[in-house]
């Protein structure tokens, strides 16, 4: 194999990068700058792009580290393009700990054949290359000089089209933020930083403790028993509750529900939005690093003592938010029984919840049910093929291949089998209503975008997100003598509502005195 040069090396991957991994960036480019009016626009990009890379590539790469850092850009490049290509999704420090909290059932729900092509082709293919190739070794001297050279005439070259497209520049900093989402493959090595930043401390992680002074007062009345069931990738304009013209929820309907037609959520993925909503914080002032180094209003219950708490788990996990409860993995056939061909229910979560209930008689009882819901993109396996209503269904997780109907019909039937897990829940609760006071609440993590726009699946910064990732489903149940006590006959049940009402509602349920508890973020509060 020919010799080269390190510089040879790095400027050709720089090159190689910009032809071959940034379809998206250059499609969504086209789209807001057309071609025939701003060529010379557009050609600028490619050159700035690839000559910002060279810079970097010869700030870090040498002798021992520049196949290990092309190698790596080159693996994970291949996979980052084929989401952005395929789903539309952008890789930022969210997107980041979406992967990185993922099991493997959920990875195993995205490979696909195009996957491997992308990763055989623009991942290990020239991965190969860079490893077989062999560097010319120059003397110290004569390489520093060369990489000053190269350096200087990168920041020249970028310079120059920057300041001869100035103008379009300013309007691409300034008003297409989101064009630079991406470029691939510096955005992702920035939200990576990003996301390292974020996760780890070099202190260890202390939790803070909130609600120490939570108490429930002893009363008469009768002890509550409450089911949360958190929803996964539920839009609200899907559910024939909220006008949807398909019928998804024709149980639901059939039970005195109070629909939440107009309901919010705090992120746009599970690993925002699970424990933002049972955290304190609002959306606005939420943050990763405060969610893990601050109880939430599981913690603050359990410091009643007069609460079990009991979360089930049928998607990846809780994200967090049950580390210091009983928690319990659905996802597995050793817990779940009714699990067929590698895919666990919902409805095995309602199994043995006899057991629990019985167990902690004395006491209120909050139980959590995490659902698998409309997980995607393999909406086909979120329901059994007795809910296969609306036909014909996508059956693969390559979206792209299928009609936006097909896409739209496996969605749906999979809201459908969410519509009677709700309804067996509320069933299972009606059962306990002579001895306790029950609720159920049901509340979506976030949505989902099934093609719209050409955009899937969900994850989008919630700056630029459509409605559909964003706007969620959402309801709640009441048994005959919870429903006296929280005097309904005055609530709202079409206001906006958001996901930081979830943790006062909840202490408001449980009647728990805190001063963490604010009156104004229950939305069930009403003066009798």
Known sequence: MKTITQTKLFVSLSIFFTLFYNYSFFTNLVKVYTLEENLGFIISTAFVMTFFLIFLLGLVSFKYTIKPIAITLLLVSSMTSYFMNTYHVIIDATMIRNMMQTNIHE??????????IYFVLFGLLPSYYVYKVKLEQRGFKKEFLSRVKLLLLSLAIIA????????????????HKPLRFTINPTYWIYSTGKYINLTFNSAPLVVKP??????????????????MVVGEASRADHFSLNGYERETNPLLAQEDIINLPNVYSCGTSTAVSVPCM??????????????????????????????????RDNNSDSKGVALRVPYEDY????NNSNCQEGECRDMGMLVGLD???????????????HQMGNHGPAYYKRYTKAFEKFTPVCKTNQLEQCSKEEIANAYDNAVLQTDTFLTKTIHFL??????????????????????????????????MAPDAQTHIGALLWFGEDMKKRLHLSTF???????????????????NVQTKEYKKEMDILHNEP
């Open 107 to 116: 990875s195993l729900d995205l490979l696909s054949v195009k996957q491997v």
């Open 160 to 175: 120059v089209a920057i300041f001869s497209f100035s103008k379009y520049y300013t309007s691409f900093v300034r008003e």
């Open 210 to 227: 909130i609600g120490l002074d939570a108490k429930i007062p002893d009363t008469t009345t009768r002890k509550k028993l409450v089911i």
């Open 278 to 311: 049972f955290s304190k914080y609002d959306r606005s002032s939420y943050s990763y690093k405060k969610g893990i180094s601050t109880e939430n209003v599981l913690d603050v219950l359990k410091h009643t003592k007069k609460v079990a708490i009991l979360w």
């Open 331 to 334: 996802k597995t056939a050793q």
């Open 355 to 369: 057991k629990f209930i019985a167990k902690n008689k004395k006491r209120d009882i909050l139980i959590v049910l």
């Open 430 to 463: 009606q059962a306990y209503d002579t001895e306790y006071d029950t609720a159920m609440i049901y509340m979506s993590d976030h949505g989902e975008s099934l093609g719209e726009g050409g955009v899937y699946l969900h994850g989008l910064p919630y700056f």
């Open 492 to 510: 709202k049940a079409d206001k906006k509502y958001t996901q930081d009402a979830l943790f006062s509602t909840l202490l408001g349920l449980f």
